[in-house]
C-alpha cells in the first residue's frame, strides 16, 4: 500500500516495558507491513485493570484521524472463552482488543459503528507459533497490523456482532439531586495526582456556579466519608496559590478535583471505581462571603 494510504497503529497495554512483550507486539507489526508507523498510547496500565483501559482509550481515540487502529491489550481472561473484536467507533477509529469491557467508555461517550468477532484460529500471526498467553502479540497486534496496512478492511475481520452483546463493565451515572451533582472518581490523572470525576460539564452547569464561586466537595468511600470541604470552582491551577485544592473541567469536559503542584489522590488516600463516590454543590454565601 502507497506510505500515505497506510494508517496508524497504536498499541496500548499492561505488560510495562521492562521485558521484550511489546517489543515482540511491534516485530509482529512489522513482519505485516515494514513501513507502518506504530505509536504507544500507554503501557502503564495497571495489571488487569480493565476499566483503566477503558478510560485511557476513551481520552485518546477521538483525536486520532479517522481510520487509526488501536490495539488494546489488558487481558486477564486470556485463553478462556471471552471473545476477540475489532470495533469502529462513530468517528471512525478501529479497536482491536478482548471483549472484556474495554470498550466500556466507547460505547458510551463515542458510540460504536460496528463490531466484528475476531476467529484468534483463523487470525493468528504466521510469525509465531499459536499462543494461549499471549494474544497481543499472536492475535491482536497481527490483526491490528493488517488493518492499519490496509492488507484487511474490517468487514473482512470476521462476522458482525450485534453491538448489544460487547461486554460492558458497570458504570454509575452521575446524576443531581437536590442541591448537588453526584458522580463516581472514575480514574486518576496519574502523574499529578488529580481525580477525575463522572459528572460531565452539563450537569455541574445545572448548579448555577460560576468560575471563583465555591463548591463543597464532599467524597466518600463505600459509605465512609474521607473528605469533605469548600473549594475554588477555578478555570486553570494559576488561579489558586500553590499547595491550594481547586474544582476544575479536565479535558474530557467532566469535573476533576486537584491541589496545585501537589497530589490530591495522594493527600487525601483516594482511589478509584464505582464505590468512590464524589458529590458536589454550590457552597452557602455564609461560607464564602
Not at 502503564?44 to 488501536?70: H, K, M
Not at 466500556?104 to 483463523?122: N, P, W
Not at 467524597?219 to 500553590?242: C, E, G, M, P, W
Request: glycine content about 8%; proline content about 4%.
Amino acid at each position: 500500500m502507497p506510505e500515505n494510504e497506510r494508517k496508524a497503529l497504536v498499541f496500548q497495554s499492561d505488560f510495562g516495558i521492562s521485558d521484550g512483550a511489546v517489543s515482540a507486539m511491534y516485530g509482529v507489526a512489522y513482519s505485516v507491513d515494514p513501513f507502518l508507523k506504530i505509536f504507544d498510547l500507554t503501557h502503564d496500565i495497571p495489571q488487569y485493570n480493565v476499566w483503566e483501559a477503558s478510560y485511557r482509550l476513551i481520552q485518546t481515540v477521538q483525536f486520532w484521524p479517522v481510520g487509526t487502529v488501536f490495539v488494546s491489550v489488558v487481558d486477564p481472561g486470556v485463553g478462556s472463552t471471552r471473545r476477540s473484536v475489532a470495533v469502529e467507533t462513530q468517528t471512525g477509529q478501529i479497536i482491536v482488543t478482548p471483549d472484556n469491557g474495554t470498550i466500556t467508555h466507547i460505547i458510551r461517550m463515542l458510540g460504536v459503528r460496528q463490531a466484528r468477532l475476531i476467529v484468534e484460529a483463523e487470525s493468528h500471526s504466521p510469525f509465531a507459533e499459536l499462543s494461549y498467553t499471549f494474544h497481543g502479540r499472536d492475535v491482536y497486534a497481527y490483526v491490528g497490523a493488517r488493518l492499519a496496512a490496509g492488507v484487511s478492511r474490517l468487514d473482512e475481520i470476521g462476522p458482525e456482532l450485534d453491538i448489544d452483546s460487547l461486554v460492558q463493565l458497570n458504570v454509575v451515572p452521575a446524576e443531581r439531586s437536590g442541591d448537588s451533582v453526584s458522580g463516581t472518581i472514575d480514574v486518576l490523572d496519574v502523574r499529578f495526582g488529580s481525580l477525575w470525576t463522572n459528572i460531565p460539564l452539563n450537569l455541574f452547569k445545572t448548579l448555577n456556579i460560576t468560575v471563583g464561586n465555591r463548591v463543597e466537595v464532599d467524597i466518600q468511600h463505600d459509605t465512609r466519608t474521607v473528605y469533605k470541604n469548600f473549594l475554588v470552582y477555578a478555570k486553570s491551577f494559576a488561579d489558586v496559590n500553590v499547595g491550594e485544592s481547586l474544582v476544575y473541567l479536565n479535558s474530557l469536559s467532566n469535573m476533576a478535583v486537584a491541589i496545585n503542584q501537589g497530589s490530591f489522590a495522594q493527600a487525601y488516600n483516594i482511589g478509584t471505581g464505582t464505590n468512590w463516590q464524589i458529590a458536589m454543590r454550590k457552597a452557602p454565601r455564609l461560607v464564602y462571603e
